[in-house]
């Protein structure tokens, strides 16, 4: 198996961990999830050359926003697994522990802190909804949750990787 099997393999196994925790936080604590549908539409506009929005929820709507919003979350997540792959190498696949996977995937709560948030109209880190610091807890959380999904889906490619 190569590299780009196992980045696949891995990116998307550990965002369907994350997406799954999203389902059990919504049953479980009534926490409603992210909107990839307003991910769809802040991406689309940056096509436009808008980055920043006051609110996007407030932002005319663009077609296919859901599907790009997902689209997007998971290229995100294959992403953030090819920086772990970047760091640990094809060794981390063959014997995945599971500090490389927390420390990328709590990392990878500076994009949407620094980048996401800011251009959707929340603020950076969050700053600018109404509860900032459960917003943070959250994120980080989901992203601590992503780092599970990382050890997981290395794991579970660990058993058909072959050097």
């Known amino acids: 198996m ?20 999203a389902i059990a936080r919504k049953r479980l604590f009534g926490i409603p999830s992210l909107d990839y549908g307003l991910v769809g539409r802040w991406f689309a506009y940056l096509a436009r050359g808008r980055f920043r929005h006051d609110a996007i929820a407030t932002t005319p709507p663009i077609r296919g926003e859901r599907l790009i919003g997902w689209t997007l979350h998971y290229l995100i997540g ?14 981390w696949v063959r014997h995945p522990t599971i500090w490389p996977a927390l420390i990328v995937g709590i990392g990878t709560v500076a ?42 889906a290395g794991w579970m490619t660990s058993f058909f990787y072959t050097p």
């Open 2 to 21: 190569n590299y780009l099997v196992c980045v696949l393999l891995i990116g998307v196994g550990a965002t369907a961990v994350m997406d799954l925790w």
């Open 111 to 152: 994009a949407p802190f620094l980048v996401m948030q800011p251009g959707m109209g929340a603020g950076i880190a969050a700053s600018r909804t109404p509860r900032p610091a459960v917003a943070r807890l959250q994120s980080l959380i989901t992203h601590g949750i992503f780092g599970l999904g990382l050890y997981a």
């Open 78 to 91: 294959i992403a953030f697994a090819t920086i772990l792959l970047g760091i640990w190498g094809l060794t």
